[in-house]
């Protein structure tokens, strides 16, 4: 079982950037895709981005791709989110998620960390 653990969240003016990061207890992070997804309340979790050991191998939004980057330490197993230029619409919880390369679906899930981005 793999427990994640996300960190760096918290309060930006807008322009201003977090990076975050997702780290996992007990075990290392880098045989796993890991993933950053955000989630508005009352609304569905979106895809941010992801990446797979190969740390040049990412995925983004569409609509985020140049304001955010993701990226690993797979010595440290950890992955991170910069995020840079925030908007009020970041402003969402975020959440991190692990699966192996076999596997079709994230099974592990952080405890998710908010971002507020003021105006």
């Known amino acids: 079982h793999v427990q994640l653990v996300e960190s760096g969240g918290g309060l930006v003016q807008a322009g201003g950037s977090l990076r975050l990061s997702c780290g996992a207890s007990?075990?290392?992070?880098?045989?796993?895709?890991v993933a950053w997804w955000r989630q508005d309340p009352g609304k569905e979790r979106d895809f941010v981005a992801s990446?797979?050991?190969?740390?040049?191998?990412?995925s983004y939004a569409d609509s985020l791709q140049g304001r955010f980057t993701i990226s690993r330490d797979n010595v440290k197993g950890t992955v991170y989110l910069q995020m840079s230029n925030l908007k009020p619409e970041d402003t969402a919880v975020y959440y991190c998620?692990?699966?192996?390369?076999?596997?079709?679906?994230?099974?592990?899930w952080g405890q998710g960390i908010q971002v507020t981005v003021s105006s």
């Open positions: 998620a692990a699966r192996l390369p076999t596997d079709g679906e994230y099974h592990y």
């Open positions: 007990g075990r290392t992070l880098s045989s796993y895709i």
């Open positions: 990446i797979r050991y190969q740390a040049y191998d990412t």
